[in-house]
C-alpha cells in the first residue's frame, strides 16, 4: 500500500491544478478532477460530478454501506497554489522518504489517502456510506465545498461526522481562526502641490490609518489569548495611491486582513473596523473613506469531546503508538463550512512542510500512516 499511495500520490502531482483565481494562465482543476473520477469508477464507487461554476468541477464520490449505520465524510481539495518560482512544479521527485512537488502536501497525498480508503471501505461490508468530497477552489472562495455541502444536503445524503485531511503533521486540529478581507477607498481631494492648502491630501490620511491600525492590532495581542488560537491579528497587505508628480493625492487604497477568534464574527470585525475610521473621521472633517468586505470566513471550533474524536484520537494512537495532541491552527480551512453546515468536524492529515513554499514536501510514510487511520476510522465508525 505504500507504494501505491506514492504512485498515486505521484500522478496527481503531475497534473497541474494551480487555482485560477490565483494565477489565471492556468486552467483549473478539470484535469485532476476527471483523473479523481475515472479512478473513483475503475473501483467500483459511486461518483457525481458537480460544475455550477464553468470550469471549477468538484467531485463527490461515496462507497456505499449496506444502510442503517454512521456515514462519514472526508474532504480534500483539488486545487493548488501557484508555481512562481519553481522550476520543475509538477514534476515529483523522492528523497530521503519525502516527496516535493507541487501540491504534494497542499493537498494531493491526503486526496490520495482519500480515494485509497474509499477503495479500501468497499470492501469491508460496512452498514454506513464512505462520502468523499474532492473540491475546487479552497485555496481562494471555498466554490467546491460550499457547492458539494448543498448537494449532500439537496439531495438528502445524512452526514454523521467529517474529517478534513488539510495537512496536521497527524496530530488533530479542532480550532482554526477565520479571516475578513477589507479593501478601505480613502477620498481626499486634487490641488497643485505648490498649493496643498487647496487640496486633502489621501496619502497623508492613509498614514494615519495605518497608525490606527497598528494600534488597534497592538490591543488585539493584548486581550487574553484563546486557549488553541493565542490572538486575533489586523494587518496591512496592500496600498496604493496617488496620481501623479505635483498633484495632491486624491485617493489612496488600503486593503486590511483581520485573523479572528472564535466568537468574533464577520459582522464585529466590520463594527470594529467602522468605529475605526469614525474616530479619525471625527478628529478630522476632511478624512473620508469607504469600507468594503472583501471576504469573510467564521473561525472554527470543534465540539470537545464528540465520538469522532474518540474514534480519531484511537485509530492514531493505534497507528502512530502515542495520542495525538489536540492542536489550534493559524490559517483557514474549509472545516469551518462543513461545521457550520452542523456536522460534527476534525482536521487531519500527514507529515510535511513548505507549504505554499517552492520546497513544499510530504513525509511519504506519514501518508502510509493517514491512509491507516481513516481506514480503522471508517471500520469503527461506519461499520
Known amino acids: 500500500m505504500p507504494d501505491e499511495l506514492t504512485s498515486l500520490t505521484a500522478r496527481m502531482v503531475r497534473i497541474d491544478s494551480v487555482n485560477p483565481a490565483l494565477d489565471p494562465s492556468r486552467q483549473g482543476e478539470g484535469e485532476l478532477a476527471r483523473f479523481v473520477a475515472g479512478w473513483c469508477a475503475e473501483q467500483g464507487l459511486a461518483v457525481r460530478w458537480l460544475e455550477s461554476v464553468p470550469g471549477r468541477p468538484s467531485v463527490i464520490v461515496t462507497a456505499e454501506g449496506s444502510g442503517g449505520?454512521?456515514?462519514?465524510?472526508?474532504?480534500?481539495?483539488?486545487?493548488?497554489?501557484?508555481?512562481?518560482?519553481?522550476?520543475?512544479?509538477?514534476?515529483?521527485?523522492?528523497?530521503?522518504?519525502?516527496?516535493?512537488?507541487?501540491?504534494?502536501?497542499?493537498?494531493?497525498?491526503?486526496?490520495?489517502?482519500?480515494?485509497?480508503t474509499l477503495a479500501h471501505a468497499r470492501g469491508q461490508g460496512l452498514r454506513g456510506d464512505v462520502v468523499l468530497t474532492a473540491v475546487a477552489d479552497e485555496e481562494h472562495?471555498?466554490?467546491?465545498?460550499?457547492?458539494?455541502?448543498a448537494d449532500l444536503s439537496k439531495t438528502g445524503v445524512r452526514v454523521d461526522a467529517a474529517i478534513v485531511t488539510e495537512p496536521?503533521?497527524?496530530?488533530?486540529?479542532?480550532?482554526?481562526?477565520?479571516?475578513?478581507?477589507?479593501?478601505?477607498?480613502?477620498?481626499?481631494?486634487?490641488?497643485?502641490?505648490?498649493?496643498?492648502?487647496?487640496?486633502?491630501?489621501?496619502?497623508?490620511?492613509?498614514?494615519?490609518?495605518?497608525a490606527s491600525v497598528e494600534r488597534e492590532a497592538a490591543a488585539l495581542r493584548s486581550r487574553p489569548p484563546h486557549p488553541l488560537l493565542a490572538h486575533g491579528s489586523l494587518q496591512p497587505v496592500l496600498a496604493n495611491g496617488g496620481h501623479e508628480l505635483f498633484t495632491?493625492?486624491?485617493?489612496?487604497?488600503?486593503?486590511?486582513?483581520?485573523?479572528?477568534?472564535?466568537?468574533?464574527?464577520?459582522?464585529?470585525?466590520?463594527a470594529e473596523l467602522e468605529a475605526l475610521l469614525g474616530e479619525l473621521a471625527s478628529s478630522d472633517p476632511t478624512f473620508k473613506a469607504r469600507c468594503v468586505t472583501e471576504v469573510a470566513r467564521e473561525p472554527f471550533?470543534?465540539?470537545?469531546?464528540?465520538?469522532?474524536?474518540?474514534?480519531?484520537?484511537?485509530?492514531?494512537?493505534?497507528?502512530?503508538?502515542?495520542?495525538?495532541?489536540?492542536?489550534?491552527?493559524?490559517?483557514?480551512?474549509?472545516?469551518?463550512?462543513?461545521?457550520?453546515?452542523?456536522?460534527?468536524?476534525?482536521?487531519?492529515?500527514?507529515?510535511?512542510?513548505?507549504?505554499?513554499?517552492?520546497?513544499?514536501?510530504?513525509?511519504?510514510?506519514?501518508?502510509?500512516?493517514?491512509?491507516?487511520?481513516?481506514?480503522r476510522v471508517v471500520e469503527d465508525f461506519c461499520g
Open 69 to 116: 449505520g454512521r456515514s462519514l465524510l472526508l474532504n480534500a481539495h483539488l486545487d493548488t497554489v501557484g508555481v512562481s518560482g519553481m522550476a520543475e512544479p509538477f514534476a515529483p521527485t523522492v528523497r530521503d522518504g519525502r516527496m516535493y512537488g507541487r501540491g504534494v502536501m497542499d493537498m494531493k497525498a491526503s486526496l490520495a489517502a482519500c480515494l485509497s
Open 168 to 210: 496536521s503533521d497527524l496530530d488533530i486540529h479542532v480550532a482554526h481562526r477565520g479571516f475578513s478581507v477589507f479593501t478601505v477607498e480613502l477620498e481626499g481631494k486634487a490641488s497643485h502641490t505648490s498649493r496643498p492648502e487647496a487640496g486633502v491630501n489621501a496619502l497623508v490620511h492613509l498614514g494615519r490609518l495605518l
Open 248 to 270: 495632491t493625492p486624491a485617493q489612496a487604497r488600503l486593503t486590511l486582513e483581520r485573523r479572528t477568534l472564535p466568537g468574533e464574527s464577520p459582522s464585529v470585525v466590520e
Open 301 to 375: 471550533e470543534a465540539v470537545s469531546g464528540s465520538e469522532i474524536e474518540r474514534v480519531l484520537s484511537a485509530a492514531v494512537e493505534a497507528v502512530c503508538g502515542t495520542p495525538p495532541k489536540l492542536l489550534g491552527a493559524p490559517y483557514w480551512t474549509d472545516a469551518a463550512l462543513v461545521a457550520q453546515a452542523g456536522i460534527p468536524t476534525l482536521l487531519l492529515g500527514p507529515v510535511g512542510g513548505g507549504i505554499h513554499q517552492v520546497d513544499e514536501w510530504v513525509d511519504l510514510a506519514s501518508v502510509a500512516d493517514l491512509h491507516e487511520v481513516l481506514n
Open 141 to 149: 472562495d471555498s466554490i467546491g465545498t460550499r457547492e458539494t455541502l
